[in-house]
């Protein structure tokens, strides 16, 4: 039997398609057919510990909505999304010539292509499917299999995953990124620091490190400094930049109340100068 979909990955959904509605930071049409009632509801209580939760999720997606135009500026044809969940910008980024790839354990997969055959309109052939538990298997593997090429080079969005890794399922996965792809390949992924993940004291992030918990995907992963790791990985170019610094420069505004220096985003390619 099939583990079921993640709730965390329709929760976060939900936040987009909440954004998109208010014409926030976030713009993404298609989330809102992709959701329940229940994600909605969650994304409220886990905001309850950190009110800008829904703005989080929005800067994220628009900072690597960004990248992602980007890359496929700089002649990148091949855009891969590890831990997919209900992401859309296959749809939404298409670009002529552009393979997505969506990569996630294969409930959650299941889950997203019965709701994206839902969705009139919505393109069918947008993404190239791949199933992967990063704990056990290797996502290149798999991609392969789906027609990925190796030696071309890709941008890589990691979004909202590595907390819910093992350290070794993290560094598994990006060692591959940086010795089996190509070397002008671009990582980019969102992590937290120790404290978060451990819920620490000050945090005010408690109850919802619990709530993640409770619906089985406990956050297990946290580092407070990311380039060390990167570098042991196999990268030589990387930077980390926090949401402050994320939503500063895409908004023109900084807000400290939306604890956004708790978070962070990495970008690491072996070859190519990364840019934010
Ligand atoms: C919070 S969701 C983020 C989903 C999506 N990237 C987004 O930002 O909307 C976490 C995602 O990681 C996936 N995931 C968690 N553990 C995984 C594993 N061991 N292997 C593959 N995917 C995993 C979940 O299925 C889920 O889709």
């Not at 930071?25 to 509801?41: I, Q």
């Not at 510990?49 to 989080?56: H, K, N, S, T």
């Not at 010795?179 to 992924?189: I, K, M, S, Y």
Request: aromatic share 12%; glycine share 6%.
């Amino acid at each position: 039997m099939l583990k079921p979909a993640s709730r965390t990955a329709a929760m976060v959904a939900a936040c987009r398609a909440a954004e998109t509605e208010d014409g926030g930071a976030c713009n993404d049409p298609w989330a809102r057919h992709m959701v329940d009632a229940g994600a909605y509801e969650m994304a409220r209580a886990y905001a309850e510990g950190f009110p800008a939760f829904q703005l989080w999720i929005a800067v994220r997606t628009a900072f690597l909505d960004e990248q992602v135009r980007r890359h496929i500026e700089r002649g990148c044809r091949q855009i891969v999304i590890l831990g997919a969940g209900f992401d859309s910008r296959a749809a939404r980024l298409s670009a002529p010539d552009v393979r997505f790839f969506e990569v996630d354990t294969p409930g959650t997969q299941a889950e997203k292509r019965e709701r994206v055959q839902r969705i009139s309109g919505y393109p069918q052939l947008a993404a190239t499917y791949v199933t992967c538990n990063f704990e056990s298997q290797s996502f290149v593997e798999q991609l392969v299999g789906a027609g990925f090429d190796t030696t071309a080079p890709a941008f890589i969005i990691w979004e909202g995953v590595s907390y819910y890794l093992s350290e070794s399922a993290v560094r598994n996965t990006l060692t591959r990124i940086a010795e089996e792809l190509a070397p002008d390949t671009v990582v980019a992924f969102d992590f937290l620091p120790l404290r978060i993940v451990q819920a620490g004291s000050g945090t005010g992030v408690r109850e919802s490190v619990e709530l993640v918990r409770s619906v089985g995907e406990p956050f297990i992963f946290g580092i407070n400094y990311v380039i060390p790791l990167l570098y042991d990985c196999g990268f030589r170019r990387a930077r980390q930049l926090t949401f402050d610094e994320a939503w500063l420069s895409l908004s023109g505004r900084y807000d400290r109340d939306n604890m956004f220096r708790f978070q962070f985003i990495a970008l690491a390619s072996v070859a190519y100068p990364v840019t934010v």
